[in-house]
Nanobody
Framework: QVQLVESGGGLVHTGGSLRLSCAAS????????MGWYRQAPGKQRELVAI???????NYGESVKGRFTISRDNAKNTVYLQMNNLKPEDTAVYYC??????????WGQGTLVTVSS
């Protein structure tokens, strides 16, 4: 059994910053890709950022230049540094990880609200 637990969401004003964390727990061999997705009310879930086990990254177009994804393999944790936040970044942010042998796993989500 593996689990992802997100933290760091909250309310911030336009232009502000937040840092999300997602820690993996349980018994597992290794984690391949880790990433962040988000879902705003009435919209489909979309990719925010992905980081591979080799630290390769890929970002959604709307967050490029503002968000940075990173991971600490010793802590089995992925981070999302979000700068220059905009109201349209308001969403529930979900952590995702591809565990070897377990496959894709999702966190419970953390709410980010950006006020104008």
């Amino acid at each position: 059994q593996v689990q992802l637990v997100e933290s760091g969401g909250g309310l911030v004003h336009t232009g502000g910053s937040l840092r999300l964390s997602c820690a993996a727990s349980g018994t597992f061999v290794s984690i391949n890709d880790m990433g962040w997705y988000r879902q705003a009310p009435g919209k489909q879930r979309e990719l925010v950022a992905i980081i591979t086990s080799g630290d390769g990254t890929n970002y959604g177009e709307s967050v490029k230049g503002r968000f940075t994804i990173s991971r600490d393999n010793a802590k089995n944790t992925v981070y999302l540094q979000m700068n220059n936040l905009k109201p349209e970044d308001t969403a529930v942010y979900y952590c995702n990880a591809d565990f070897r042998f377990f496959g894709d796993t999702w966190g419970q989500g953390t709410l980010v609200t950006v006020s104008s």
